[in-house]
């Protein structure tokens, strides 16, 4: 019997590479059956617990010996991670290490606590405040309400320029097309970017001047982006809602899966997948 699926209330930037990929699969992963499939030991993201405890560690040495610079800030959160992950691994809890690629928010919370510590915050404008669209985690919501999103990072340069970072703990660059071609950042991160600017645009009225992808190691890679890219991502993500809306409300949800061979291996919803299944037959079949 096909999985029950509901109609998504909104869509977020992170959300959208995916959902073009294969709406089905994520439909699947809000239903029931595809919670409970991610809620598997080594599924999903997790390390809540340990984050916590890093961070806890890292406070106290703050306040015992002092912290004074980012370089003290780095070295105490290494010497607190490693002790971390060799718990984890004594409690049989291996599927959580290394816990900056398993840990939710891993690079967030970690770029939190080293701003409260050292100092080191994004430039308000003078007379910017509480409605600024500047500083961490912020929430971006387009006018209608329905895609929504929250960027890890707004920064203003000294020059009033702004600047919308995301903060990427997995690989960022697609696989090179060729030994000469340059590495490109993945599709689905530059649209996810190009959303974020497109609903900062339309909740604070400024346009960003930069969009970063910025990995663990500081590393920062540019998304390339015009004002017009931007718009029309945002007005092909509420298409796209619409449509997925229209076909789960027609109980034809099953139709919007896209089963590929370079998809369907790495997603944890085959199990409810019907039309995985009979597309699985298919090609062994052809
Ligand atoms: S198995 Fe393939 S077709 Fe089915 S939901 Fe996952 S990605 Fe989509």
Known sequence: MAV??????????????RLLRCPYQVLLE????????QALPGRGAGGAGPIGTII?????QANLTGIMDEAGFEAAWQQQLVAQEAQLVKKHQEHLVPLAYRARNYAVRKLLLQWLIVGKKPT???GESAGSPVGAEKKLTDSTGVVSGTADLIRRQSTGDLEVLDYK????MEAAVSETSAPQVKQGYVLQLRLYAALLHEQAGEWPTRLVIADLAGGEHEVSFTREQCTEVLESALGLHKQVNLAVIDGKANELAKPAADVCPLCAMRPLCEPYAEWLIGQNGA
């Open 169 to 172: 703990t997995g690989g960022i």
């Open 30 to 37: 809000k239903s029931a059956e595809g919670k409970a499939i």
């Open 124 to 126: 308000l404008r003078d």
């Open 4 to 17: 029950v699926v509901e109609p998504l209330v909104t869509l977020s930037p992170s959300q959208y590479g």
């Open 56 to 60: 806890h560690g890292v406070l106290e």
